[in-house]
C-alpha cells in the first residue's frame, strides 16, 4: 500500500470516528431531553399538589415526579412545566434557606413619592444568596410582605396595567381576556404564619457599580399562579416618583401562555410587546413606533 493509500485509509477513519462519537453526542442529548421533559410532568405535578392539600402539606413543595413517567407533555405545556420547575425549585431553595420572619422597616424611603407600599414595617423575608462552591453570603435580599393597604393598592397599580393591556389589543384576534385573578393574593400580616402560595412582596434595589441610585429604586413582585394550573405572575418596577414604568406579568389560560410587556412612554406605561409562549416565542403583538 502506497503513503497515498494510507493517508486516505487514516482520514476516512478519522471522519468515521468523528461521525460516531457526534451519533453518541446526539444520542446522550436525546436521551437527556427525553428524562428533562419527564422530569417536569406537569400532570403528575397537579396530582402531588392536590395530595399534598388533602393530607394539609405545603402545597408549593412539590417533589418532582419519578423518572419513567410516560407522559410528555407538548408545545405550551412543555414550556409552562419547565417554568414551574424552576420556579418551584427557587421556591425550595428560599424555604430551606429562610431566617425567621420579622417586622422590618424598608430601607427606602417610601414617604418622598406614592408607592403601593408605604412608610411603615412589613413582615420581611430575609433571603441569604451564597456562593455555590464555598456557600458564603454575598448579599441578602429582603422581601417586604404587603399588608392589606399595601395589597390593595398593588392591585390597582396590576388593574391599571391590564386596563391598558385590554385597550391595546382591542383589535388582535383571537386573544384570551388576560386579567389576574386579584382575590387569589393574600395579604401578611403576622411574622408566625408560613407565606401564603400567593402573595405580593416589594424589593428595594441596590446601588448600580458605580454607586448610583438605580433608575428603577423599587420593584413589586405579585404570584397569583397556581402551579400547572391557569394564573398569572409578574413584577412591576417603579421611578423615584412612584410612576410604574416597567413590568412583565406572564399569563397561563387553558394551557396556553403569555408573556405582556410594559414600557414607559410619555410619561405613563404602555404595551410594547405580547408573546405567545411555546417551542417557539411567537409575537402576538407589538406597538408600533411613534411617528414624529
Known sequence: MGLFDKAKRMAKNTALNVAQKAVEAAADAID??????QATDWVDWARKRRQARRSGSDPDIVLPPAEGDSFQPFGDEQTRALEERYRREAREAMYRDLMPMRLEMPTYDLSCATFPFGPREYVTLTIPHRDETTQKVLYEEKRYL???EALAETCKAISLLEFISEQALISVQAIPVLKTDLKALQPVTDC????????????V??????????KYPISIAFDAYEGVESGS?????????GTPAKADI???????????????????????LLMSLGYTNTVVYRRPKATV
Do not use: C
Open 250 to 272: 406572564s399569563y397561563w389560560i387553558n394551557r396556553s401562555g403569555y408573556k405582556a410587556s410594559f414600557r414607559l412612554e410619555n410619561g405613563g406605561p404602555v404595551l410594547t
Open 146 to 148: 404587603a399588608d392589606d
Open 192 to 203: 408566625e404564619d408560613i407565606p401564603p402560595g400567593h402573595f405580593v412582596y416589594m424589593t
Open 205 to 214: 434595589n441596590p446601588l448600580t457599580p458605580t454607586g448610583r441610585p438605580p
Open 233 to 241: 405572575h409578574g413584577s412591576i418596577d417603579f421611578l423615584p416618583d
Open 32 to 37: 437527556q431531553a427525553k428524562g428533562e421533559v
